[in-house]
């Protein structure tokens, strides 16, 4: 069997709340990535990944996988690793386990390996037979700050892992007497009227991205279909983002206390007052299809 002990990266300093809410840093969340990428171009994939009890190992994990452009939806909780000891393992060909430095250094101390674990290292260990040998050490800073695109093993070079540049947005609908209304929301700064807009998660369709974003940022469920309305692209992170854009008519409307970005205005307005009030003229031209 082959586990990927995956020291947790880099904390904010600056956090004075509970240590297992702590935080990523932006350069913990870069460590994260960069393993990422690199476990995608070796083909690496876990079969299993395991985390301590904390936010910033959850969130690494999280990060490390997507970079590789596989799924983080089955990320599970182990006790074990939370205090430090080995979880036990049934079939598993592969397994990635994510902690603290500390803990890291704990469990393989209980294999009778001898490691300095940093934030951001990842070991690669090899057992057979009940002996462990550490086959590995790939340090973050030792890979390149760019990612390749469009895939782990693609051609070109850009600032952030390949899935950030492949998006979807929804323009959520309803029919009244009067007409169509469309539901536009402020934008994360509140200087804008947008609609709700996100990377496509690895392992999720842009509809099914589309549908999370429309609920989190606006509160809002219905029906998509599964063909687009169209799409757009926009400059970000030294390159271009290509964004899928569904209609979605709302059949539920959560209450304003409800909803994980509530602190976001919500607004019902006719096409006309939406083509006028929308932040980026890509979506004038896609509210007459609607």
């Not at 994939?45 to 969130?59: F, I, K, M, S, Y």
């Not at 690793?81 to 049934?90: D, E, K, T, V, Y």
Request: overall charge positive.
């Amino acid at each position: 069997m082959q586990m990927l002990l995956f020291c947790a990266g880099a904390r904010d300093k600056t956090w004075s709340g509970a240590k297992a809410s702590c935080p990523l840093r932006t350069k913990g969340k870069r460590q994260a990535q960069k393993i990422g990428c690199w476990l995608g171009q070796e083909g690496l994939r876990p079969d299993a990944a395991l985390t301590e009890q904390t936010n910033r190992a959850r969130v690494t994990a999280e990060k490390a996988l997507k970079a590789a452009g596989w799924t983080a939806n089955n990320i599970l909780v182990s006790e074990n690793l939370s205090q430090g000891l080995l979880p036990s393992f049934s079939g598993e060909n592969r397994i990635l386990l994510v902690a603290a430095p500390k803990r890291v250094k704990a469990v393989a101390a209980q294999m009778s390996l001898e490691t300095e674990p940093h934030p951001g290292l990842l070991l690669i260990v090899e057992t057979q037979n009940g002996r462990a040998r550490l086959r590995q050490c790939v340090d973050p800073q030792d890979l390149p700050d760019l990612f390749p695109y469009p895939s782990p093993d693609g051609p070109e070079r850009r600032p952030r892992p390949a899935y950030y540049y492949t998006q979807s947005a929804v323009i959520p609908f309803r029919r009244t007497k009067a007409g169509v209304e469309i539901l536009i929301v402020g934008s994360s700064s509140g200087r804008h009227w947008v609609v709700p807009k996100g990377i496509v998660e690895p392992g999720l369709s842009p509809e099914r991205s589309a549908k999370i974003e429309a609920l989190e940022e606006a509160g809002v469920e219905g029906s998509t279909g599964d063909t687009p309305l169209g799409s757009y692209t926009y400059e970000k992170w030294g390159a271009r983002c290509n964004v899928a854009v569904y209609a979605m008519e709302v059949s539920r409307i959560l209450p304003d206390d409800a909803w994980e970005e509530n602190h976001r205005n919500r607004r019902w307005v006719t096409r006309d007052e939406a083509a006028d009030l929308l932040n980026g003229p890509a979506f004038k031209a896609l509210l007459p299809l609607i």
